[in-house]
């Protein structure tokens, strides 16, 4: 006679009751992909928190007698062209990255939400108008777009946050229209409007939460972009400005010394390739935990 | 299927109306009057105020832009501010490098990232599946100026295989253009590579669990047979979508790559005009990228019904 085992009905009955929040930072860490980004990106926020304290050397201090040294025990990352430490300036690097991430989406998520339940929830000639602003937006090439964006703003860090957040916008505000759009007609929703509940509480009580996980998984995919932008901006000279140590300005002053040095170019791109790859598997991770389709 | 192809692009007519407002606007609230940059750092206010009337700048905003539209229908661009040549002809320079880049990446995406993509489909347990996987995401998550700066760095600086930069027609001289094709190529390639053969694995192993599948294992048919006349025809659907939408991308320029390899691409192109504030450049290319990203998109729509006849474009 196969009879369930008692503590294993006990445990599955558990994970159904269990707070949604509980039960998808339960998937994330039992996927490997979704345990490796989360330690990635935790380190890179805990790095980038510390810089000050753990930084071998001033990011700014220039020394004149050892420019271009190769890595060594005193400067394990190398000098630069200046005899700056790579490896200081690529620790505060990471704070210009995620705080780049992290305000350009927030900036878009202020802008696309409601943007998003207003088109989803209310429809009609609002739904149009909103969605074929976010589809113009969509159709310009990101890159030359916020190249634009920083051209009329000046160039800068909090430009470039600003450049990432437009850019992102259109993907945020059609994923939030989208699920607005599978919640309108739900029982709970009309149960909340049948108890009269006004439109603006119903989206705002209702709806929003129910859209929030969908939201999260872009938001993670988001940042990895506004990482990547933010890299490419700098590099480009439309970013921060030297002698800032942002990954992207490392990458582009280094540019001319890579035959003698390489290590210059090395380190800051793997900086900005690890930070990508770590949200990029965690907002796969959420995904996956968040998809109807698993079991 | 042409009252499919009809209502797009009416549904189009707006969005190319919003952005060529958008763009006509956007130009002129950057900061630097082209009329100055033309004039140089030496001119008298009486040249700049001359200039400004012969290139029209000096009209009200809505006539300006009417007559650009209007010139515009006629497939007149106008003439640039900084080369005083057609913009038609600035742009047509240029278009042929930007294609070697475009087809060519768009090469390296279909011929790595296929049949890649059918391994992984096929046999997801292989060790060879699982490293592809793992490249996958690191090709995803390296910027792609960072990558070309490596791939110079190695190909051309210390190993002297190929020549770092330049450009020259596959017409003219193929081998010496293929040569300098290679590392912008890969160079650019390597994301959309990785988008292939993602949307390559999760296309084919669902089409591989269904019935159809299943009656011609059961029918005895050799696995290479299935896989190849079965399981990749209806496969291949997403993976056209995506080859589309990337290839209209590719089109949009690649201002980063162009950049680390010295490329005389569009996007240069774009972005020297954004620099110079050459107003009617800037207009006419962002123009035509909305219209390539728009006509992409159709193109995909009309593949997904010639290569699966199931599916009926509802006009």
């Not at chain 1, 990255?97 to 878009?108: F, M």
Request: net charge positive; aromatic share 6%; proline share 6%.
């Amino acid at each position: 006679m196969a009879r369930p085992e008692p503590e294993a009905v006990g445990a599955r009955r558990i994970a159904v009751f269990r707070h949604p929040a509980a039960r998808i930072t339960h998937a994330v860490l039992r996927d490997p992909g979704g345990r490796f980004g989360l330690v990635l990106v935790v380190t890179l926020i805990g790095l980038a928190l510390s810089a000050a304290r753990i930084a071998p050397f001033d990011p700014f201090t220039i020394s004149a007698d050892e420019p271009l040294s190769a890595p060594s025990r005193d400067h394990v990352f190398g000098t630069d062209e200046l005899g700056r430490d790579v490896l200081s300036r690529t620790l505060f690097g990471a704070r210009i990255s995620l705080s780049v991430a992290v305000g350009s989406a927030g900036a878009a998520l202020l802008m696309a939400v409601p943007l998003g339940l207003l088109a989803g929830y209310l429809g009609g000639p609002v739904d149009m108008v909103i969605s074929r602003l976010l589809d113009t937006i969509f159709a310009f090439p990101a890159v030359l777009l916020g190249i634009g964006v920083v051209a009329l703003l000046g160039t800068g860090v909090a430009n470039v946050v600003v450049a990432v957040a437009i850019i992102s916008v259109p993907t945020l505000g059609r994923l939030t229209r989208v699920s607005v759009l599978s919640q309108r007609n739900e029982e709970y929703v009309q149960a909340a409007r049948a108890l009269g509940a006004s439109g603006t509480r119903v989206v705002t009580r209702h709806i929003l939460q129910n859209v929030v996980p969908q939201l999260l998984v872009q938001t993670a995919l988001v940042m990895a972009d506004a990482v990547l932008l933010e890299a490419g901006f700098s590099f480009l000279g439309l970013g921060s400005r030297p002698p800032t140590p942002s990954w992207g300005t490392m990458l582009d002053s280094g540019r001319n010394f890579l035959s003698q040095a390489p290590w210059l170019g090395i380190f800051p791109g793997l900086a900005v390739t690890s930070t990508i790859l770590g949200l990029n598997a965690l907002g796969d991770a959420l995904r996956a935990a968040l998809s109807p389709r698993r079991e | 299927m042409l009252s499919y192809v009809g209502a797009r692009l009416l549904q189009a007519v707006p969005v190319l109306f919003l952005s060529s407002v958008v763009v006509f606007l956007f130009i002129r609230l950057v900061p630097g009057d082209p009329a100055v940059t033309m004039a140089g750092p030496n001119a008298t206010p009486d040249q700049v105020a001359a200039l400004r009337r012969v290139y029209q700048l000096d009209r009200p905003l809505p006539v300006q832009y009417l007559t650009w539209l209007g010139r515009l229908v006629q497939g007149d661009l106008g003439v640039s501010y900084t080369t005083r040549r057609p913009v038609a002809a600035l742009v047509a320079q240029r278009l042929p490098a930007t294609l070697h880049l475009a087809v060519g990446t768009m090469l390296v995406m279909l011929v790595v990232g296929g049949p890649l993509g059918v391994v992984c489909a096929v046999r997801p347990r292989w060790a060879v599946s699982r490293a592809i996987a793992i490249l996958n995401a690191v090709a995803l998550a390296t910027p792609t100026f960072w990558l070309g700066i490596l791939l110079l760095l190695l190909f051309a600086v210390s190993l002297r295989w190929v020549p770092p930069s330049g450009f020259v027609s596959i017409t003219e001289q193929p081998l010496e253009s293929m040569r300098l094709l290679v590392l912008p190529c890969l160079t650019l390639g390597a994301s959309g590579t990785a988008i292939v053969i993602r949307f390559m694995r999760a296309s084919m192993s669902e089409v591989m669990h269904s019935d159809f599948i299943r009656t011609a294992h059961a029918k005895g048919l050799r696995e290479s047979a299935i896989v190849t006349r079965h399981v990749l025809r209806v496969a291949a659907l997403p993976v056209v979508t995506v080859l589309a939408v990337q290839f209209g991308y590719l089109l949009g320029g690649a201002v980063i790559t162009e950049a680390v390899f010295g490329w005389p691409g569009v996007g240069r192109l774009t972005l020297d005009a954004i620099g110079n504030r050459d107003y009617l450049i800037v207009q006419a290319m962002m123009l035509f990228f909305v219209a390539v990203f728009i006509a992409v998109n159709v193109i995909a729509d009309l593949c997904y019904a010639i290569l699966d006849p199931r599916i009926r474009l509802a006009g």
